[in-house]
C-alpha cells in the first residue's frame, strides 16, 4: 500500500544508453513531480504535472522526456545518459499545483558509467 | 535573487537537548513555507508548513517552527532531540507553482 512508487530502486548503466524510471502513485492526487537530487543532496525540480499536463518544465536537457499517460503515473525517459545525469531522482505527488504538501517516492539511484 | 537559506551545513546535538535547524528567507510577498526530512537512504517526508495564520507551526514527530517576519527566518525546533531525529533537513520555499528547496541541514544527535 506504498503511497508514491518508482522502479527501479537502482539504475547502473553505460553512457549514451536510453533508460526509464517510473512513478506511481495511489494516493488520488492530481499533480506529480520530478526532482533531481545531486551528490551534495541538492534537489531541484525538473518536471511538473498536472492532471496530465505539463506545467513546469525546467532548465532540463531534452535528452530527459517525462510522460504522463495518466494522472497516477508520471515516467522519465533519458536518452543518451552521460556522466553527469549520475544522480538520485525523486518522484513526488501533491493534491493540486498549488503548494499543497507533496509525498515523495524511495528515490531512484543512477549510475552512469 | 529570492530563495532560502540555510546556513548551517550540519548542526550536533547531544540526546534530550533541545534542537534548532536554521532557516532565513529572502522572498518578496507572503511565503509559502515548509519543513521536510529524509532520513538516510530514503525519500523525503512533510514536518510542518506555513501559509498564513499563527506564527508558531506545529508539525509532525513533535517539530516546530516560528515564522518571523522581521527576522525572514523560518527555524526548526524540538524540545528534546531524539538519537532517531538524526537526518537531513530541507527548508523549502514554494512560490508559482515550484518548489525551491534550501541546501540542507545534517542534523547529529548523539546519545
Known amino acids: 500500500d506504498t503511497a508514491v512508487s518508482q522502479t527501479p530502486k537502482y539504475l547502473v548503466t553505460q553512457m549514451g544508453n536510453d533508460k526509464s524510471i517510473k512513478c506511481e502513485q495511489n494516493l488520488g492526487h492530481d499533480t506529480m513531480y520530478w526532482y533531481k537530487q545531486d551528490s551534495k543532496k541538492f534537489l531541484k525540480i525538473m518536471f511538473s504535472y498536472n492532471n496530465k499536463e505539463l506545467i513546469i518544465n525546467e532548465t532540463v536537457p531534452n535528452r530527459f522526456s517525462p510522460k504522463s499517460p495518466d494522472k497516477a503515473h508520471l515516467n522519465l525517459h533519458i536518452n543518451s545518459l552521460e556522466l553527469g545525469d549520475s544522480a538520485v531522482y525523486f518522484c513526488?505527488?501533491?493534491?493540486?499545483?498549488?503548494?499543497?504538501?507533496?509525498?515523495f517516492g524511495p528515490g531512484t539511484r543512477l549510475l552512469v558509467l | 535573487a529570492q530563495s532560502v537559506a540555510q546556513p548551517e551545513d550540519q548542526v550536533n546535538v547531544a540526546e534530550g537537548n533541545p534542537l534548532t535547524v536554521k532557516c532565513t528567507y529572502s522572498?518578496?510577498?507572503?511565503?509559502?513555507l515548509f519543513w521536510y526530512v529524509q532520513y538516510p537512504n530514503r525519500g523525503l517526508q512533510f514536518l510542518l508548513k506555513y501559509i498564513t495564520g499563527d506564527n508558531l507551526v506545529k508539525g509532525s514527530y513533535g517539530f516546530e517552527a516560528e515564522f518571523n517576519k522581521s527576522q525572514t527566518s523560518f527555524h526548526l525546533k524540538k524540545p528534546s532531540a531524539l538519537v532517531s531525529d538524526s537526518a537531513l533537513y530541507f527548508c523549502?520555499?514554494?512560490?508559482?507553482?515550484?518548489?525551491?528547496f534550501g541546501s540542507g541541514t545534517k542534523l547529529n544527535v548523539k546519545p
Open positions: 513526488a505527488s501533491s493534491q493540486g499545483p498549488g503548494g499543497e504538501t507533496q509525498y
Open positions: 522572498v518578496s510577498g507572503n511565503p509559502y
Open positions: 523549502v520555499w514554494y512560490n508559482f507553482n515550484k518548489f525551491y
